[in-house]
């Protein structure tokens, strides 16, 4: 099993640049999800899918922030227009939902600096 | 609101001895609760959990307690080695529209010391 991948490992952009993370969840997992880890505010949660649909898109900071799944194997974070706050490492993370499974698998992570 | 504490931003255990971390929780409908461990460019990696029915649960070196009058749940790790050095989070779960939604702490940064 190769795990939760992302893509970038690392990413350095300028103030007001798209940026597009990615991520591909372990095979059979059905829930997504994509976290926030700043020294300020820990790990925070921004988003999370259940077969492929937006559950809960509350922890999305602004309107700039964005979040894809087209299908079970994908999934995107889109940032537009990048701002230096923006700046932290981001993982996705995935699961089987249901109550007999509740532990989430994370990825590596991207992190990124906004200059 | 920080519906998940964890007071200690670090902490420095002699090897061979015991480590505690603590963890405090404020929402009652938490069902399960959980451990993750953490090293430097990698992502959190699961150690140990409990569901909110039971007091205790332990797994080799790890024991998870969980006091739920106190709203609150601890991981002792013993003996403690210096491969535990990391940051250790704590989660609570609850089940939203069908997915596992964790809140967690802030982490503590456990050192182990030869």
């Known amino acids: 099993d190769a795990g939760v991948i992302q893509s970038p490992r690392h990413e350095v952009t300028e103030m007001g640049q798209e940026v597009t993370l990615r991520c591909k969840p372990i095979?059979?997992?059905?829930?997504l999800f994509w976290y926030r880890q700043t020294m300020m505010r820990g790990l925070e949660l921004l988003i999370y899918?259940?077969?492929?649909?937006?559950?809960?898109d509350s922890g999305m900071p602004e309107d700039r922030f964005s979040a894809k799944m087209p299908n079970a194997s994908f999934s995107t974070l889109k940032i537009q227009p990048s701002e230096p706050r923006d700046s932290a490492v981001y993982f996705c993370?995935?699961?089987?939902?249901?109550?007999?499974?509740?532990?989430?698998?994370f990825g590596p992570g991207t992190r990124l600096t906004v200059t | 609101d920080q519906q998940v504490k964890q007071n200690s931003p670090s902490l420095s255990v002699q090897e061979g001895r015991i480590s505690i971390l603590n963890c405090d929780y404020t929402?009652?409908?938490?069902?399960?609760f959980l451990w993750y461990k953490k090293y430097p460019a990698e992502g959190p990696t699961f150690l140990i959990s409990?569901?909110?029915?039971?007091d205790k649960n332990e797994d080799g070196r790890f024991t998870v307690f969980l006091n739920k009058s106190a709203k609150h749940l601890s991981l002792h790790i013993v003996p403690s080695q210096p491969g535990d050095s990391a940051v250790y989070f704590c989660?609570?779960?609850?089940?939203?529209?069908?997915?596992?939604?964790?809140?967690f702490g802030q982490g503590t940064r456990l050192t182990i010391n030869p």
């Open positions: 993370a995935s699961s089987r939902s249901g109550k007999s499974t509740y532990e989430q698998y």
């Open positions: 095979s059979g997992h059905n829930s």
């Open positions: 899918f259940n077969n492929n649909v937006p559950i809960d």
């Open positions: 929402n009652s409908m938490f069902d399960y």
């Open positions: 409990i569901s909110s029915i039971k």
């Open positions: 989660a609570a779960s609850a089940l939203i529209q069908g997915a596992q939604k964790l809140v």
